[in-house]
């Protein structure tokens, strides 16, 4: 069989990947050794996730395994060699604040734990995909320089603007705070782009907006939309961090993401970029959330407004998806913010 490797397995998108490259007839090797875990404590653990992935998940084999220990990483793809046909790169530190008290360990995970997939990728199995989870936040606080509205429950951009239908790729890196994840997460981000242009890989990064669905293990510091539901069932306090809580995110559902692999896979181009997300179609500010939330469940949030903001945090970002929607255009978004919401609740 032909075998997608999976880094962050267990994770919200690589478990998503791994159910659906399943289907799709491929052996899944998951890499994943619980790091959320170690992140962000209980709420962010993956444990019930790679339970869910043993048990039904069919050819799904699982290794518990840091990917920072370049020897057992090498081992795996020494074994399987050029029968891995797909590496889907899921795993990651993923937060603003972590990174921050931490930044070795967020460029250790994030960077050169990428690097070094690469090189194996290079030696063991070339003619391959190499899928790459990037991230909007290697624009940095770019988007938060345009000129925005403030409305009653969020921010918007006037409807002349360029990046009115959702930002592009044309959008600077360059000259803006990223946080350290932010940086860490551009550093890999350049080096996929690299071995796909400057290499030949078939490397692609995805520059994705808030993911989000029913399999994440959503905490304060990471998971937007996951833990306000989670806070808001369990009738605890959500903290807001800055903005006044009308900061705008746009949410693409795991499912949407992974269907975005598939097209990639099925005619890779070598080291390209698409900003990815919820676009126009799926967006929300955190107030408008809490209030489809409590129309949905009945139950009042309770929210905490604080007045300072994560250093490197977007005001608002959409994303506009036309470069991948123009190279891969049967792909389309099949979730909406309130779909998700629902979906979420009802798991």
């Not at 032909?2 to 090797?29: P, Q, R, V, W």
Request: net charge positive; charged share 25%.
């Amino acid at each position: 069989m032909d075998i997608c490797l999976i880094t962050g397995s267990a994770g919200l998108i690589g478990s998503e990947a791994s159910f659906f490259f399943s289907k799709k007839k491929f052996k899944i090797i998951g890499v994943d050794n619980n790091l959320r875990y170690f992140f962000f404590g209980k709420n962010g653990s993956t444990t019930w996730n790679k339970k869910r992935l043993i048990e039904n998940c069919k050819n799904y084999y699982h290794y518990n395994v840091d990917i920072r220990n370049k020897k057992k990483i090498n081992d795996i793809f020494k074994k399987y060699k050029n029968k891995i046909k797909l590496i889907i790169h899921c795993a990651a530190q993923p937060s603003h604040d972590w990174a921050y008290k931490d930044p070795l360990i967020d460029y250790e995970v994030n960077s050169s734990a990428t690097f070094n997939l690469l090189n194996l990728t290079k030696e063991y199995c070339p003619e391959s995909s190499f899928i790459y989870i990037s991230t909007n936040k290697v624009y940095g606080d770019n988007p938060n320089k345009l000129q925005l509205v403030e409305k009653e429950k969020r921010y918007e951009i006037k409807k002349n603007h360029q990046y009115y239908r959702g930002i592009d790729e044309t959008m600077s890196i360059d000259s803006c705070v990223h946080s350290f994840f932010g940086a860490s997460k551009l550093s890999a981000d350049l080096f996929v782009q690299e071995y796909g242009k400057n290499l030949g890989l078939n490397t692609v990064c995805f520059r994705a907006g808030c993911l989000t669905g029913p399999a994440h293990s959503g905490a304060e510091l990471h998971g937007f939309l996951s833990y306000l539901i989670k806070t808001i069932l369990s009738k605890k306090t959500y903290n807001v961090f800055g903005y006044k809580g009308k900061q705008v995110r746009d949410n693409l559902h795991s499912s949407d993401l992974v269907n975005a692999f598939w097209e990639y896979h099925k005619k890779p181009k070598k080291g390209t970029v698409y900003n990815i997300g919820g676009s126009r179609i799926s967006n929300c500010s955190i107030i408008e959330a809490s209030q489809l939330i409590e129309k949905i469940t009945k139950i009042k949030p309770k929210l905490n407004f604080l007045k300072k903001n994560r250093t490197g945090d977007h005001q608002w970002w959409i994303t506009n998806n036309k470069k991948f929607m123009k190279d891969f255009s049967s792909w389309k978004i099949k979730y909406d913010c309130e779909k998700i919401i629902i979906e979420i609740i009802s798991k």
